[in-house]
């Protein structure tokens, strides 16, 4: 069985967090000849998938993109001042005091991005669901079932900041708009396999900050649908959607959400054209083993690699 710090790669907790469609991208990845690739997440949020496929080298290089200023911040401190980063985390208490401080930063425009890195990490570990602009954990006044601490586990948390900046060399961070992102910086990057998470058509506004409205998310999708790299992209099952992405190849499946109302909903998978799409699991109900299994079916067995260890 895995362990927690090899499940989970990423220090944040996210909103529809993607950590569990990661198996089922290593698979796309296996089937259609894409190991070793340069992996690009324009919407990075917690970059559960692309540090997943980083450290088990399915991928060469990860390029994490996110236009919300916190969490570029995050992302650039994580690589640039991990020590400073860790340092906060273990040296500053969790309470109900410190969680208003940390969430007025956020307000603040004149800021470093240090400071804002960690009022990031702070709040999301301590606010409901990971979300920022959300309520504290257990409350104000701290009456309720979990406390304010119940995910500040900081050891571990630690370990997975120092893992991802040991492998800072291999990571490209940006805080793009993803129109402009893929207007321009995904075309310098070779080799690319895309994954595209935007925000949900419709719990968006409820979950994050730069959320879409209509026209933002019909100009993604005109934008995918004429790149020439191989792609995916997950969102929510909205007639809207559909037709924004009608004629590419397809899947639907249920995800439990990670945000605070804890329901499952229906998601639909885009492929690009031409690609090769695992049919015989769901990408949220890849069995533990199951990628494995495949891998050493796909691969001859003097290669070694992916080397899929813990760094």
Known sequence: MATPERRYSSPLRYPGGKGKVASYIKLVMLENDLLG????EPYAGGAS???SLLFERYASHIHINDLNRSVFAFWKTVLGQPDELCRRIRDTSVDVAEWQRQRDIQRQQDVSDLDL????FFLNRTSRSGIIGGGVIGGLDQTGR??????YNVDPLIRRIEKIARHRDHITVTGRD????IRQDLQHVPDAFVYFDPPYYV???????NYYVHDD???VA???LALEVPWVVSYDATPEIRAMYDGAACITYDLHYSAADRSSGSEVMFFSSGMDIPREVRPAGVPAGYVDAQLRFALPSDTGLPTRQPG
């Open 146 to 151: 979990w406390k304010i601490d119940a995910r």
């Open 37 to 40: 690739c340069e992996y690009v």
């Open 203 to 209: 719990k968006g506004r409820g979950l994050y900050e």
């Open 49 to 51: 998938v692309a540090l």
């Open 217 to 219: 998310h019909a100009e």
């Open 222 to 224: 005109a934008l995918v």
């Open 117 to 120: 890195a960690f009022s990031t």
């Open 178 to 181: 993803t129109a402009d992102y």
